[in-house]
């Protein structure tokens, strides 16, 4: 009997493990649902990974609010849920950038004509979201930007916003 008391916890342990895991595996499924649900312009998957552009549009219109910088006009007039209105995003400036915070203005995020968000290499967009570095000059930190908090993000979590972005349409000129 003693002998099979650690058999029995150790067996229970894994089997919470796994159901933690499965938890956690429909969560993270679940977000990626919605994220494609939600996206407020039509994707292009093409050649893209399905499930990390769904989780980046569930950081970017759910939980991060990106388009509430990156953008100059985010919603339709008569559609402000600031003014008590049923909220509708704006789709044609939808992340195309062009905000005034000061004399800065916030970067169109949308794809170039090279398929890169704002213009930016994967690398590029890792140091303005973790570092705070200007895609221009990498020396230079973002003032606006709110990278410190966003440095705490994992690895996926940027690269899936990354993916995401590539999968929107383009807008506009790119810096």
């Known amino acids: 009997m003693r002998a099979m008391f650690p058999r029995l916890v150790l067996a229970a342990a894994l089997?919470?493990?796994?159901?933690?895991?499965e938890k956690s595996a429909a969560a993270a499924d679940s977000r990626i649902t919605t994220g494609l649900q939600i996206s407020p312009v039509q994707l292009s998957l093409k050649g893209?990974?399905?499930?990390?552009?769904?989780l980046g549009s569930y950081i970017v219109n759910a939980s991060g609010d990106c388009n509430g910088c990156h953008s100059s006009h985010e919603y339709v007039d008569g559609h402000d849920p600031f003014?008590?209105?049923?909220?509708?995003?704006?789709?044609q400036h939808y992340l195309a950038g062009g905000r005034a915070f000061g004399?800065?203005?916030?970067?169109?995020?949308?794809?170039?004509?090279?398929?890169?968000p704002g213009g930016m290499t994967l690398r590029q967009f890792?140091?303005?979201?973790r570092y705070g570095q200007d895609p221009e000059d990498p020396k230079r930190i973002?003032?606006?930007?709110?990278?410190p908090t966003f440095s705490h993000m994992q690895d996926r979590d940027i690269r899936a916003i990354y993916e995401y972005l590539r999968a929107i349409p383009s807008r506009g000129q790119h810096g």
């Open 15 to 21: 089997a919470g493990s796994f159901v933690l895991a």
């Open 48 to 54: 893209l990974d399905r499930d990390l552009v769904g």
């Open 83 to 91: 003014l008590g209105q049923p909220a509708k995003i704006d789709r």
């Open 103 to 116: 004399p800065i203005i916030s970067a169109n995020l949308t794809p170039d004509s090279n398929g890169l």
């Open 126 to 129: 890792v140091g303005a979201i």
């Open 142 to 147: 973002l003032q606006v930007m709110p990278w």
